[in-house]
T-cell receptor, first 112, second 114 residues
Framework: GQQVMQIPQYQHVQEGEDFTTYCNSS?????IQWYKQRPGGHPVFLIQ?????EVKKQKRLTFQFGEAKKNSSLHITATQTTDVGTYFC????????????FGQGTTLQVKP | DTAVSQTPKYLVTQMGNDKSIKCEQN?????MYWYKQDSKKFLKIMFS???????INETVPNRFSPKSPDKAHLNLHINSLELGDSAVYFC?????????????FGPGTRLTVL
């Protein structure tokens, strides 16, 4: 079945350093979504990318969708302790069922 | 004014018992989902319903039975609980059935089977 691979699984950074997580699919994606889950919390929608090569920014967060629509990345500039959590990419399955296939997630730890 | 709510938040039970988790959304969404998140934080869809109709039924043991009495509610009943059922179960909803919809997650139910 369709899979979305996400790396790295864990990332520890010093506060102020940058952070990037990557998602890859072997198939072309119609769109990709990003979610953040704080420790002990639930996934919360961050953004959706639809167009080839699309780049969107939310303050210190930059989201990119690859030209071939097979990969995506989330980059955080100058991390803060509030960025701690697990970041998931998710793509809709090929059938029109609303099914979201999640990447394995990248857990970010930020040392103050 | 919680958007997606689940009860209970924690559930500790013995192997072999039957338990239910309830989910309600007040967003007026048509579609609701159940996800299982394992200890490695991997999120996997189990079921989805659209206007009370079952849409997605992943390869989940038939000990798990979802029920949607109306489009605002999606409950999950689990029979004969096993140790491997221990996980966090998230309910979610989205406006419609289709690609491109944002999913709104409930707070989760942490199930521990002893």
């Amino acid at each position: 079945g369709q899979q979305v691979m996400q790396i790295p699984q864990y990332q520890h950074v010093q506060e102020g350093e940058d952070f990037t997580t990557y998602c890859n699919s072997s198939t072309t994606l119609s769109n990709i979504q990003w979610y953040k889950q704080r420790p002990g919390g639930h996934p919360v929608f961050l953004i959706q990318l639809v167009k080839s090569g699309e780049v969107k920014k939310q303050k210190r967060l930059t989201f990119q969708f690859g030209e071939a629509k097979k990969n995506s990345s989330l980059h955080i500039t100058a991390t803060q302790t509030t960025d701690v959590g697990t970041y998931f990419c998710a793509a809709h399955g090929s059938s029109n069922t609303g099914k979201l296939i999640f990447g394995q997630g990248t857990t970010l730890q930020v040392k103050p | 004014d919680t958007a997606v709510s689940q009860t209970p938040k924690y559930l500790v039970t013995q192997m072999g018992n039957d338990k239910s988790i309830k989910c309600e959304q007040n967003l007026g969404h048509d579609t609701m989902y159940w996800y299982k998140q394992d200890s490695k934080k991997f999120l996997k869809i189990m079921f989805s319903y659209n206007n009370k109709e079952l849409i997605i039924n992943e390869t989940v043991p038939n000990r798990f039975s979802p029920k949607s009495p109306d489009k605002a509610h999606l409950n999950l009943h689990i029979n004969s609980l096993e140790l491997g059922d221990s996980a966090v179960y998230f309910c979610a909803s989205s406006p419609y059935l289709g690609q491109g919809d944002t999913q709104y997650f409930g707070p989760g139910t942490r199930l521990t089977v002893l």
